[in-house]
């Protein structure tokens, strides 16, 4: 089965810092989706990366995908307090029957 | 357009029952997945619905079901509760089109949060 995993698992930023999440996968990506996720609650779709070197921006997020690393990487710019929360990244198999989320990186951000 | 909605919200049940969750998929939207998010195991695969079949499913024992209806909703049934079952479910509906990976962006529900006691 595909593996996700995220690092760091936790991270506890200043307001206004800059911060980076990874995710690597232990087999070929097929498209990489990054989640957010408030605490308990469900997820919110961020972005969907396709193809290799593919890079996307909403508003302070980016996400990019390196396909030969086998790696996705998520980096947010001058954090806010509203960014707080999990982040997932999910891809498909390669057979595409299932769904596979990552670890998950718990964001806090200090006022 | 109405969002993923998921009833009920929360369930307290005791070991041994069995239990219904209902997931209404955004409109339009012909897949429907579901998820068991744990502490210890993440955000985890159960099955995906399209068009009332089941399409794919996870590596979850057989107390673990469920069904679509015609007008795509779906409901998912654990059988023979364990406490290990404790944990919040989430659907998902997408187009789920087959090799069409853009129409294939998931919409989540807010959950079911399933207490086992």
């Known amino acids: 089965s595909q593996e996700l995993e995220q690092s760091p698992q936790s991270l506890i930023v200043q307001e206004g810092k800059n911060l980076t999440i990874n995710c690597t996968s232990s087999?070929?990506?097929?498209?990489l989706y990054w989640y957010k996720q408030k605490y308990g609650e469900g997820l919110i779709f961020l972005m969907m990366l396709q193809k290799g070197g593919e890079e996307k921006s909403h508003e302070k997020i980016t996400a990019k995908l390196d396909e030969k690393k086998q790696q996705s990487s998520l980096h947010i710019t001058a954090s806010q307090p509203s960014h707080a929360g999990i982040y997932l990244c999910g891809a498909d198999s390669n057979t595409g029957n299932q769904f596979y989320f990552g670890t998950g990186t718990s964001l806090t951000v200090i006022p | 357009k109405a969002g993923v909605t998921q009833t009920p919200r929360y369930l307290i049940k005791t070991r041994g029952q069995q239990v219904t969750l209902s997931c209404s998929p955004i409109?339009?939207?012909?897949?429907v997945s579901w998820y068991q998010q744990t502490p210890g195991q993440g955000l985890q695969f159960l099955f995906e619905?399209?068009?009332?079949?089941?399409?794919n499913k996870g590596n979850f024992p057989g107390r673990f079901s469920g069904r679509q209806f015609s007008n795509s909703r779906s409901e998912m049934n654990v059988s023979t509760l364990e406490l290990g079952d404790s944990a919040l479910y989430l659907c998902?509906?997408?187009?789920?089109?087959?090799?069409?990976?853009?129409?294939?962006?998931?919409?989540f529900g807010p959950g079911t949060r399933l207490t086992v006691l």
């Open positions: 998902a509906s997408s187009l789920g089109l087959a090799g069409v990976r853009s129409y294939n962006e998931q919409f």
């Open positions: 087999k070929t990506l097929y498209g």
């Open positions: 409109s339009g939207h012909r897949s």
């Open positions: 619905y399209f068009s009332e079949t089941q399409r």
